[in-house]
């Protein structure tokens, strides 16, 4: 271009690299909309917005079948109604998370686990609805997944407050404070499980972590769901025998067919604390039902019972006969977590022409018994509550117990397996 030559105007918007040559598309940088002043990037939520959704989804997600269960339970020829069911469902929907409920017969406080699950499971997809509208899925960011739970969290301890205080005006004297605790650690820790998933930092720490306790980790949580599935077995043959007591406890309530439709409903709801309670029965540290009460395969003993349709399956005594084969069935269930740790660690060695080592064999094996204790501890925990005051203030097993028991048992069964897999399984042909 000649100096005379008049400069031609650049177009107003164009794009030109360093050396004045218009920038193709191919070379063109993708940009990012910046964040908005006190606010998310384009196309996402708040925060704040996100949790308040996912927290109040949650809740009535796991609210409603309550008051529905709760208000067939109450139906009778000349009783029952859509207030009365709601306020039932409001007092059963804060038991279910751990929050006693002050009766004239003393404090009940055995919450129903199956709806303990279904809040978890709710408040776990609300932690993965907020990661995702924050924009985490799949960062790996330890501080984002906090985030979401803590957001989760703080939402749904507003809404246990809200509940305790409309129970309150409905005559139920339910601590606030307490409500307010008891959602905030459920929403936290529940959502955190959830964000943790999404956002891979579960993924991430179990890379980080050593073989030999990811691989204890597992064998210990195929173990506690062993012993729980041999405990749901034995629950349900029982309940299944005292089917015709049970039958006749659901009768003498006289509320009609849709009445006793919502009891055996209400009955389902505290199967999974008779799944607990027998698999206690099953290790050896048995259950209360009572004050003073012991229900132990070496012995049984109890008083008057509520008329609940789940306690016709009690034993009537201590184990005998062939009943005694009972004892070896938490044994077994660490002998087969054993086995199966063998079996996938030979053949992972397998792939590696290599021969299996028995150290990281035997101390995966050992981790295994704490891990199911601790998790069988807890469970038995919180299938445990008072059902009210005086003789029916102790129901359920005592979980330091269930869990020593546990440790021991699932440690001996899962080494003597793994040991006796391992040394009975020919070596990788070089």
Do not use: K
């Not at 601590?175 to 943790?196: C, E, M, N, Y």
């Not at 003498?252 to 027998?278: C, D, E, F, H």
Request: aromatic share 4%; hydrophobic share 55%.
């Amino acid at each position: 271009m000649s100096p005379d030559t008049p400069e031609q105007p650049r177009r107003s918007g164009a794009v030109t690299a360093a050396d004045d040559r218009p920038v193709t598309p191919a070379t063109r940088e993708r940009r990012v909309p910046a964040p908005r002043a006190g606010g998310s990037p384009r196309g996402r939520a708040p925060l704040a917005v996100a949790a308040a959704v996912a927290a109040a989804g949650a809740a009535l997600t796991s609210y409603l079948p309550v008051a529905v269960v709760l208000g067939l339970a109450q139906l009778s020829e000349d009783a029952g109604s859509v207030t009365g069911a709601l306020r039932a469902g409001l007092a059963g929907w804060l038991l279910g998370h751990g929050v006693p409920l002050p009766t004239d017969a003393g404090p009940l406080g055995l919450a129903p686990l199956a709806l303990t699950a279904l809040v978890i499971w709710r408040l776990a997809r609300a932690g993965v609805h907020v990661s995702r509208a924050i924009g985490a899925r799949g960062g790996r960011s330890t501080r984002q997944a906090l985030t979401a739970a803590v957001a989760v969290g703080v939402g749904y301890a507003l809404l246990g407050v809200l509940a305790a205080v409309l129970a309150r005006a409905g005559g139920a004297a339910v601590s606030p404070v307490r409500a307010a605790v008891a959602f905030a650690l459920i929403g936290t820790l529940a959502a955190l499980a959830g964000a943790a998933r999404i956002t891979g930092v579960a993924a991430l720490l179990a890379d980080r972590a050593p073989t030999v306790l990811r691989d204890g980790f597992r064998t210990g949580l195929v173990a506690g769901l062993l012993l729980i599935a041999a405990g749901a077995g034995a629950a349900g043959l029982a309940v299944a025998t005292g089917g015709g007591d049970a039958a006749d406890m659901i009768g003498a309530y006289r509320t009609g067919v849709a009445g006793q439709a919502g009891i055996v409903l209400v009955s389902l709801a505290y199967a999974p604390n008779a799944t607990l309670w027998s698999t206690s029965y099953l290790l050896g540290p048995g259950f209360a039902v009572g004050a003073d009460t012991a229900v132990r395969t070496s012995e049984v003993s109890v008083g008057a019972l509520p008329a609940v349709p789940l306690l016709a399956g009690l034993p009537r005594g201590p184990v005998d006969g062939l009943g005694a084969a009972l004892l070896a069935v938490p044994v077994l269930a660490g002998m087969t977590a054993g086995w199966l740790l063998a079996r996938r660690l030979l053949r992972l060695a397998a792939d590696q022409r290599a021969p299996l080592a028995w150290g990281p064999l035997l101390g995966a094996a050992a981790i295994a018994g704490p891990v199911a204790g601790v998790l069988l501890g807890v469970a038995a925990r919180a299938s445990g509550g008072p059902l009210g005051g005086g003789r029916l203030a102790e129901m359920g097993p005592v979980a330091w117990q269930v869990a020593a028991v546990t440790t021991a048992v699932v440690g001996v069964g899962a080494l003597l397996g793994a040991a006796a897999t391992r040394a009975f399984t020919r070596p990788p042909a070089r």
